[in-house]
């Protein structure tokens, strides 16, 4: 845990991630950015777009195994997930579960580093979410999903709750997971409440140690790709192959309805 | 909004490959490049920074006045300054060649 000049995860773009998380030699990006999948709602409002719309999607084998390595772009809007940058990850997990259930399993790594939904395409942001929430449940009843939170940006608003699905959460030091940002949170309840300049604050509520010692994270890692890939590989091998995993089990809906207007002190 | 800019250049050598070099982050730019059949270099810039239209004109002008490549090229810009734009170029070139 040491920390050192090596071989960083941070310092690599999101492509570079994918390629360095897959096995050497096995990178083949779909859709890519000479398919040209920009976001066609960003130039009417002045932003400049990106060609693969900030999602990163690359096949290829990992621990010998088919893989396919999802990693967001921090850089662009800061990693924020637009509707086509979300339908790329959502069809590649629907794709990974459409595979597994014809006996072909494929894994997947999710590498997030995003600052949630963006805020140009909001509804379309929320609804990209629900998607990809809803494929990683179902993807999680044939085999483990993985996410590596080692970049630059962390994980904050939608993309922090699709983290919390994920059976393995791979975090570094650097790493940040939180539902409202450190600016958010002060916006809404004042810096006395949350100074969001304070960054060891910020790192001591949102950090990858913290969220790792509160069990938000299955691994704390070093920012060094062979530490990284080890982890990753460790994760898939912890959960074995095929591991059933029980959709969530929610409360009875009347009870917490109940419940609800107790705590806000009306009589149901 | 963003200001949408074409150039046009004459072209003579060719390259071996597309490029695909930087991002869409504050002060960067992303470059596609690919081989262009035709005896010209055309280029397509989009900027969300409006006004410095005579300034990609020279920042381009000099680049293919050094390197004679048919290529379309389309720059996604958010901000970058002169000296960036030209080491994405150069670095695009690299592994076009």
Redesign the interface.
Known sequence: MTPHIGDSYAER?ARERARALLDPGEFREVL???A?LRSPYL??Q??????DDGVVVARGTLGGARACVVAT?G???GGAIGEIGGAKIAASLELARRDAERGTPTRVVLAFDSGGIRLQEANLGLLAIAEICDAVVALRAHQPVVAVIAGRVGVYGGISIVTALCNEVIVTEGARIGLNGPDVVETEAGADEFDAANRPLVWKVTGGRRRFAQGHATALVADDMPDIRAAVEDAFVRNGPFVAIERPEFPDPGLEREAFLRAYGITP | MIETLTFTYPASAHVARRAHVGAVASGNCELLLEPSPGPSASVTVRTSVGGYAATWEAVLARFFARHSIAVRLEIDDFGATPAVVAMRLEQALEQAR
Do not use: E, I, K
Not at chain 1, 46 to 51: I, L, P
């Open positions: 773009n890519g950015p000479f040209r130039a009417a002045g932003v400049t777009s990106q060609s772009d850089r662009f809007l």
